[in-house]
Structure formats: C-alpha cells, structure tokens
C-alpha cells in the first residue's frame, strides 16, 4: 500500500469497475477476496467478503468496493495458495437462479498469483459457461501467467473431463501490458478497460440468442408534460 498512489490492484478495479459499473441498475457490488488468513482465528479463506460481513457482501459503488479492499488490506494476511473455483462457484449460484435473461453477471478477479486449483477452475469455468455470466481476470504482478491464457480459452475451447465449455466466458489480460512507462496512467487505464470489456457484448449476446431471449420491448421514450398557461388580459 502506497499512501500516493493507487496499487495495481487499485488501478485495475478503478480502471475496469468504472465503466461497467454504469451497466448496473443499484450500483451495489459484492466484493470478494481469496487467498487470505482472517481473523481472529487466522483460516485460510478462498472467499470472504471484503467488508467483513458474509451476510450481506456488498458494496456502494466501485468506490465502496476500493474502501473495503484497503479496510481488509489492514486486518487480513496474505495467504496461498491462489484458488481460483471458490468464487467463480459462488457467482455461478447466483447466475444459476436467473436464467430468463433479465439479469447477467460478470465477476472481475484480480490475481497476482499462479493459479493453484487449475482443475477445478476449469471444471467451474466449463460449468459456468452455460450460466448468464462471464468473468474477467486481470494478472497483476511479474508472475508467469501461461495457466489464465488456458483458461481464457481464445485459441482452444476449455475443457474439463471430456466436456467443452457451451461458450466461451473468459477474458485474461495481464496488468503489466498497460504499464505507460512514460506515467499516463489516464490513457494506459483506458486501454485496459477497453481490451479487457472488448469481449464481454458478444459474450452476453451468445448466451441470450441461444436460449432464444429477445431484448424486452423499449419503453416509450419520455415526454415532459405540457403545461398550458393560461392567461386573461
């Protein structure tokens, strides 16, 4: 933690967040960590809601979701291995119990490590990839990130125990990419949030024509009322 400047995962759930988070209709967003020995026990937790509150793990805005970020920077330790399963599962119950096309979910993880539970990643991800949901995964970090272009699943379509995944659901870039050495953050930030949202429409749009779900009809378009003024002279 820097006191100046935002971390790279600072940056990317910034960079990312702002923009999707308009696609949102109440700006509330659980927020999740992975990877972490909490108190007062000291458990390892590969999903625990970043406020603190496991009952309702949700945050007001991408700025409520920083604020817990750093609050639980403070109380939790870091921790191994990176699994990846346990909070692309929990995603996938709630895109599990919204199937008719009126809600669609994407999960955003930030990951600095080499993932751990590849196997059950990919079965999660093979599962998940017939659920209204996508997820995006952003490698922080020097590590070497050759598992999440697996799992990303651009040149060949992600597997597990002989089943295909119905669609591909999974966008992988590393952070280090869009480093501006020259310091412009503003313009490298806008770069990774465009190459990282770049294949979520067609994604979301794969997912609603093969179940056949039209786009409800537009409401009608708003009319201010008129007001007649009358006046007598």
């Known amino acids: 933690m820097n006191p100046y400047q935002l971390n790279a995962y600072g940056m990317a759930l910034k960079a990312v967040g702002e923009i999707i988070q308009d696609y949102d209709s109440d700006k509330m967003f659980p927020a999740l960590g992975f990877g972490a020995r909490l108190p007062p026990d000291g458990r390892v937790s590969h999903e625990f809601a970043l406020n603190g509150n496991p009952q309702n793990p949700y945050c007001h805005g991408i700025d409520?979701?920083?604020e817990a970020y750093y609050r639980s920077l403070k109380s939790v330790q870091l921790y191994g291995p990176?699994?990846?399963?346990p909070v692309i599962n929990h995603v996938a119950r709630y895109a599990s119990s919204v199937k008719d096309g009126s809600q669609y979910f994407v999960l955003l993880i930030i990951t600095d490590g080499v993932i751990s539970d590849m196997a059950?990643?990919?079965e999660s991800?093979?599962?998940a990839s017939k659920l209204p949901m996508s997820i995006?995964?952003?490698g922080v970090g020097p590590a070497e990130f050759d598992a999440m272009e697996e799992l990303d699943?651009?040149?060949?379509?992600?597997?597990s125990r002989g089943k295909f995944a119905e669609r591909d659901i999974?966008?992988?870039?590393?952070?280090r990419d869009y480093i501006d050495r020259s310091g412009n953050h503003v313009l490298s930030m806008a770069r990774l949030a465009k190459d990282v949202l770049a294949e979520i429409p067609d994604q979301f749009l794969s997912y609603m024509r093969v179940r056949g779900i039209k786009p409800s009809p537009a409401p009608p378009p708003y009319t201010p009322p008129i007001h007649v003024l009358q006046t007598q002279i």
């Open 120 to 122: 059950q990643t990919k």
């Open 64 to 66: 409520g979701v920083m």
């Open 82 to 85: 990176t699994n990846f399963a």
């Open 153 to 159: 699943g651009d040149v060949v379509r992600i597997s």
């Open 136 to 138: 995006i995964i952003v």
């Open 170 to 175: 999974v966008q992988f870039v590393p952070f």
């Open 125 to 127: 991800i093979v599962n």
